[in-house]
């Protein structure tokens, strides 16, 4: 298994969840958001390093939470959050104690990637520079303007692109600093590796890799977990 470090973005307001605080201290199945995010990276032993990313107004509770959690270790550092997540993002970059081959970057609002998945996309990153998870499209995707529908794009090449993106740290490191430079956001970290013309891997990832954003996602994330909780029951049957 190929090492590498992570920087978990968690410096966001939710505004979109209307929850009335981050939507990373919202509780789903007795944890909380974030909680569920960083366990999966502090449990994972090839997983070296990893930068958390909080806001200021944040920063005392999410030390508390970490600790509360016992994820608190050598490897877990938090770094301070900016006003837009690829802010944020850098500002993890900048923390990391030492420099490693490969870096992703994992949304914290992403709590149920597997560690399967982040294996082939670290393989791939390894290999070829760049990598992110993504699924292809289920949906017809159109272009709309001034509620008129301008164009049907063709769906066969459209992917719903999600994190952990995976990166060799200078590619990474040259494509924030260069986007800095120039001012430029971007949605996600792979938009600003395509503007220095690097190739980047997609490595088909699942439907259950969703983003917590909404309301609606949190019945759907209860619904993950106890799919995910059965299906472990079932498998540790099959040892017994
Ligand atoms: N300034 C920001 C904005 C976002 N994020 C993080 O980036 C991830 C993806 O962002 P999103 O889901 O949009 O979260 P929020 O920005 O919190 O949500 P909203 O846009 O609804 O306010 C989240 O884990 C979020 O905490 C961040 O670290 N710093
Ligand atoms: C990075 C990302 O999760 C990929 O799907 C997404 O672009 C983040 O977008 P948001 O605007 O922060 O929701």
């Known amino acids: 298994m190929m090492e590498y470090s992570v920087i978990i973005p968690a410096a966001g307001q939710g505004k979109r969840m209307k929850a009335g605080k981050n939507k990373q201290f919202l509780t789903i199945e007795g944890q909380p958001l974030i909680v569920h995010t960083v ?19 944040d920063l005392a509770d999410m030390e508390d939470l970490l600790d509360k959690w016992r994820l608190k270790s050598d490897k877990v550092t938090i770094a301070l959050g900016g006003a837009e997540r690829q802010d944020s993002v850098y500002s993890g970059l900048k923390k990391l104690a030492t420099p490693t081959t490969v870096i992703l970057v ?105 983003k917590i954003t909404t309301p609606e996602d949190i019945p759907v994330a209860k619904a993950i977990l106890n799919k995910r909780k059965e299906e472990q029951k079932n498998e540790d049957r099959t040892w017994i």
Not at 128 to 147: C, M, R, Y
Not at 174 to 196: H, I, M, P, Q
């Open 39 to 57: 366990a999966i990276f502090a449990n994972d032993p090839v997983c070296k390093q990893i930068v958390v990313v909080a806001s200021p107004s």
């Open 106 to 210: 994992h949304d914290g609002a992403r709590p149920f990637v597997t560690r399967k998945d982040i294996y082939k996309l670290t393989e791939t990153a390894y290999e070829n520079g760049a990598a992110v998870l993504g699924v292809p499209v289920k949906d017809t995707i159109k272009t709309v303007s001034d509620g008129m529908i301008q164009q049907t794009l063709d769906r066969n090449t459209l992917w719903a692109i999600q994190t952990p993106q995976a990166f060799h740290y200078d590619m990474l490191v040259k494509a924030y600093e260069e986007a800095n430079n120039t001012s430029f956001y971007g949605t996600d970290d792979a938009s600003l590796v395509e503007r220095l013309g690097s190739r980047i891997h997609i490595t088909e990832g699942s439907y259950d890799n969703i």
